[in-house]
């Protein structure tokens, strides 16, 4: 019989409020001790003798990921100035290739496709390229010789002559900026910047970079200005945060009329401008910030006037829509669109032209057009497929469950709008808008290859009841051959709720895998996410946190009193906050569940966010309450952490997935969650990914095998057939 590594116990003690908590395993937090690694080696080599007997399986969904992807294939080109740019996927490749082709013309707004073929020719040895095609950037090239790549920043020059690119190679959102000539002749500038936030920036003249550095805590906390052709060294910090609630970022109007700041926290927003003629300028702000009060910032020129569309919650908790002139924004406000208790307004675009809003109504996003019109834009709005005109037209669809939201729009001139699209069974969908009539041009649909039919699969929404009587939304998808709802069936129940972040119908095809063998999967849309507004937020973190679980419970117990499945047959999955919620649901419903799959689990809350020198612990008190200094908060994360509160219990089957060089959830809290499971009896498995970050691994191969293995695991605890069909 195999034993699981052993952890040793060397307690130290954490005093707060009087209260006096040993702490036996904290001594793994240091992962350059080569005892920590060491252990941490143990874990996988226990792990995957553990789950050898699923190898096969793990290798057939890999197959089936594979098989079912169109692995050479690129995306939708996009418009910005003259060239028309687009990523490329080749057969064999872990990662894309950024490339463009000149646009024929001002009027060309016809994306260049590629004449269609059998797709055969289309491998890793060979593939079709548009005519006038230029390779940008080959992330397989820069990640060649490393165990780990990501790319953080990307910008051309206004005049497409310079390209500016950041790679990460270890995991920690650190970037190194380069830039490289684009005359064909691929030279690489003196110019390297190291150790950079993501999100850097050209100026509109191209002659400067605007980047973000990060503290100790890995907090963007200062704002800098690189002239090109010159040392990192003599860089100019324009603007630095203090607080260190805050993160800020930078970037540029669609319009090119002004540089952006934008300084956040959790609750709180503050935007400051910079004329884009005067890049040495200073920036000036356009509301001083306010505790509790968010706002974003959009360029428009309204009767040939500059000003600011900015989207707030100053006594609109679902926000508002709001007009200012851009040389006196804190000066006469034109309402827009009016606070709605029932639709969470999420955002406004403009262009030259038109605007787009996006919003959450009914659990659902939304979006709706209007063309510029010279006195604002009226706050009404209809669901019409019509030609906009100075009235919101929502964009109608037919499915009762979908996503849709706007897919990268960064032409101020452009004529026509974007848009994705999606739902649990519909493939991830481009379309673009033509504004002027309303025509919906289709520019690709995700393929799927084999025999996917999306009529074999049914999406629906169920509503369960929490403890508080609250209505829960419940998501379900599942194949109608295979499942007859009333008879239990396998199923994983996802959630996340923390962030105001939604869990939206979205389809993908690693999860055909699970559906094709008798699984539902279903979405549990707990509070303290953004499904059904603002306040649903608000209900679920701080001293209301404890909803977000029971509400995880309440779903879970709908599922199984409906005959939807059974507790032998129901799998709880969530990462990173979701994680800390399905912690949190192993200590107080494990009866309800056959195993529960926690991926970079946030699962010892306390410890992290009463040590502000750990990465993000201050930013994280608007989410969570601060512990440090209020004895109540104190009390009550102690009362819902999942490492606090692991006792005596019959846990079902547990597996923690991290990574070693996760900045955001540190590895050491999963470690030390799974060695106090095993304290009470537990039996949890640890598989710790060596060179990878919050993300994960990176390289899509390499990403689809670790679906593969935990969707392995997934099915063989919720006791489905392992072969499927």
């Given at each position: 019989?195999?034993t ?5 116990k060397?307690?130290i ?9 040993v702490?036996d395993y904290?001594?793994l ?27 096969i399986?793990q ?6 990921i ?6 050479t294939?690129?995306s ?27 646009a ?28 006038g ?16 790549y ?12 310079t ?16 830039l490289r ?22 100026d ?25 052709g010159?040392?990192?060294?003599d860089?100019?910090?324009?603007f ?10 930078v ?13 956040g ?12 003629a ?5 920036f ?22 500059d000003?600011?569309?900015?989207v ?10 709001v007009s200012?002139?851009?040389s006196d ?28 809003v ?11 057009i ?28 037919d499915?009762a469950?979908?996503s ?7 032409d ?5 709008l ?5 739902s649990?069974?519909?493939?991830s969908?481009?379309?673009d808008v ?19 039919d ?61 559906l ?18 603002r306040l ?20 879970a117990?709908h ?46 809350p ?6 502000p ?21 104190y ?21 923690a997935?991290?990574?070693?060089n ?5 590895y050491?809290?999963?470690a ?34 670790e679906?593969a ?8 605890a ?8």
């Amino acid at each position: 019989m195999l034993t699981p590594p052993k952890t040793d116990k060397r307690p130290i003690e954490r005093v707060h409020h009087g209260d006096v908590v040993v702490d036996d395993y904290e001594w793994l937090r240091d992962k350059e001790d080569p005892e920590v690694l060491a252990h941490l080696h143990e874990e996988n080599a226990y792990t995957k003798a553990r789950t050898e007997h699923l190898s096969i399986l793990q290798e057939q969904i890999f197959e089936e990921i594979t098989a079912r992807t169109k692995e050479t294939d690129l995306s939708v080109p996009t418009r910005e100035g003259d060239w028309w740019y687009f990523t490329r996927t080749v057969e064999g490749r872990e990662y894309g290739i950024h490339c463009r082709v000149p646009a024929a013309g001002p009027d060309d707004w016809e994306p260049p496709v590629l004449p269609e073929t059998t797709g055969d020719e289309l491998t890793d040895a060979s593939f079709e390229t548009l005519p006038g095609e230029q390779v940008l950037l080959d992330d397989n090239a820069e990640a060649e010789g490393h165990d780990f790549y990501s790319l953080g920043s990307f910008d051309v020059t206004p005049d497409g002559a310079t390209l500016l690119y950041g790679i990460d190679i270890e995991g920690d959102e650190r970037y190194t900026i380069r830039l490289r000539s684009l005359d064909g002749s691929g030279r690489e500038y003196d110019d390297v910047i190291e150790n950079t936030s993501s999100g850097a920036t050209f100026d509109p003249s191209g002659r400067y970079v605007f980047y973000a550095t990060v503290d100790e805590s890995w907090r963007p906390d200062t704002i800098w200005r690189h002239e090109i052709g010159t040392a990192a060294s003599d860089d100019v910090s324009v603007f630095t945060e203090p607080d260190e609630r805050f993160w800020l970022g930078v970037g540029v109007t669609r319009s090119r009329r002004f540089l952006v700041i934008e300084a956040g926290s959790n609750v709180t927003s503050e935007t400051w401008l910079l004329d884009a003629a005067e890049p040495t300028g200073e920036f000036s702000v356009v509301w001083p910030r306010k505790d509790g009060v968010e706002y974003d910032v959009e360029h428009v020129v309204a009767g040939g006037k500059d000003r600011l569309l900015i989207v707030h919650n100053d006594g609109a908790v679902n926000f508002e829509l709001v007009s200012v002139a851009a040389s006196d924004p804190q000066g006469d406000r034109r309402m827009l669109l009016p606070h709605s208790a029932d639709v969470r307004l999420e955002g406004v675009d403009a262009f030259r032209d038109f605007v787009a809003v996006e919003y959450r109504r009914e659990g659902l996003p939304r979006v709706a057009i209007a063309k510029v019109p010279a006195a604002g834009i009226p706050a009404t709005a209809s669901t019409d497929a019509g030609t906009p005109d100075d009235t919101l037209h929502e964009l109608a669809f037919d499915e009762a469950l979908f996503s849709v939201g706007l897919a990268g729009n960064p032409d101020w001139s452009q004529p026509t709008l974007r848009i994705g699209y999606t739902s649990f069974v519909t493939p991830s969908t481009v379309y673009d808008v033509v504004v002027a009539t309303g025509e919906r041009r289709l520019r690709k649909r995700q393929p799927v290859l084999g025999d996917y039919d999306a009529t074999r699969y049914s999406q629906r929404r169920e509503w369960a009841t929490a403890d508080d009587g609250t209505r829960i939304p419940v998501s379900l998808v599942y194949r109608h051959d295979l499942v007859s709802l009333g008879e239990p069936a396998p199923t994983v129940l996802y959630g996340y709720g923390s962030y105001e972040h939604s869990i939206d119908p979205g389809f993908g095809i690693p999860r055909l895998s699970l559906l094709d063998r008798g699984m539902i999967f279903a979405v549990a849309h707990v509070r303290g996410g953004g499904e059904m507004g603002r306040l649903w937020y608000e209900h679920g973190k701080k001293l209301e946190k404890r909803n977000t679980f029971t509400d995880f419970v309440a779903v879970a117990r709908h599922l199984i009193d409906n005959d939807i499945t059974a507790p032998d047959r129901l799998v709880a999955q969530g990462g990173s906050a979701g994680g800390l919620l399905v912690g949190a649901v192993a200590n107080l419903a494990p009866k309800y569940f056959s195993g529960f799959l926690a991926e970079v689990p946030f699962v010892d809350p306390l410890t992290s966010i009463l040590d502000p020198s750990l990465p993000l612990t201050v930013i994280e008190w608007d989410e969570w309450g601060n512990p440090l200094d209020d004895e109540e908060v104190y009390a009550y994360m102690k009362s819902y952490s999942p490492i606090e509160n692991v006792h005596e219990n019959h846990y079902p089957r547990i597996l923690a997935v991290t990574s070693l060089n996760d900045t955001r959830v540190l590895y050491v809290e999963p470690a030390k969650w799974v060695a106090k499971l095993r304290d009470v009896g537990a039996d949890p498995l640890l598989k710790i990914e060596m060179a990878a970050g919050h993300g994960g691994v990176s390289g899509r191969y390499a990403a689809w095998r670790e679906r593969a293995f935990a969707y392995a695991w997934v099915i063989d605890a919720a006791g489905a057939h392992p072969s499927g069909e």
